[in-house]
């Protein structure tokens, strides 16, 4: 009797097991996906960036800068371009927004004036939220330079190497200056996402980089919260690949100045492009999983197949158990 209870117990327990576990999902930019760069409204007005006159979310555009990519400008914000830059891409105007376009026709991009971007702002926004809300996978805390939470290194080069899935940092200030430089070291398929509640600004030569065939749309900067400039003035020239910025910059309540290199996207409030920036859009491309809606399951919890197996073992260690009882029964 003893085994037979047993047997049950274990029976149920098996029932008793989820279907599956939900495992987490890398964030999408959705209806923003196509956006190199956005300038958002921010409750802040204030314009850090450096954007010319008080107008806000602005897009600068100054100096020998080259930029590869659409824009996005919100409503009632300001675009303006300088003579000697050049906008390789369309230019999405909200209502209201206005703009200055300086050099020759054509060199500020395509002009898409009085555009609703009002879906773009509603994902840009909840792709911040979904990846503020991820698992972290490894607190990073103070990453300054050699320095990661405290662990001290004399090497220029810190590598993170992924974990084959989803990589979740929580960080408090990421400061890279001189030449020191953060590898991420992945597959094609796994994604980078870092969660910084401070400071996010390299200097000099310094970079964060790709290895190992981590893709750059794969890598994402989701800067939490009103605080500081995320300021980047690592990188210079297009040629030079081992310094600047690879990834998207997704960082609603901030200002943003890229007075360097980056390929990736850039999302802030007012952001400001000079100095001889390099700029290719790379946007972040979260899985894109189709939204479905699974049909009801029928009352009470559904095994999954390896479930099933488990289960026509234990039916037939049933089975065996009342034979023998049966045998023993009738040896009486």
Known sequence: MNRFIRLVAGLALILSVPA???AEDAPDLGDAEYLG???MPSADNSTDAGCTGTVT????ITSASKVTGNLGIYDNGRYEKTAGALVVGDVYLGAGATSSIGGPAGSGGVLHPDTDL????????QASLDAAGLTTTQALGLVNNGFIDGDATNDNSRTLTGNGTLNVYSVTDLTLSGTHKLVLSGSPTEYFIFNITGDFTLTGSSGILVADGTQIDH???????????VNITSGGAGQVVDRGIYGTILAPDRDVRMHGRQIGAIFGNDISIGSGSFF??????????PETEPDPPPPGIIPEPGSF????????????FSRRRGLKASSK
Request: hydrophobic content about 45%.
């Open 20 to 22: 599956f576990c939900a």
């Open 37 to 39: 760069m956005f300038a």
């Open 57 to 60: 979310p602005c897009q600068d």
């Open 118 to 125: 009002s879906q773009e702002l509603t994902a840009s926004l």
């Open 219 to 229: 890598v994402l900067f989701n800067i939490l919260g009103d605080g500081d400039l």
């Open 280 to 289: 290719l859009q790379d946007t972040f491309d979260g899985p894109n999983t």
């Open 309 to 320: 197996m488990l289960l026509g073992m234990g039916l037939a260690g049933l089975g065996g």
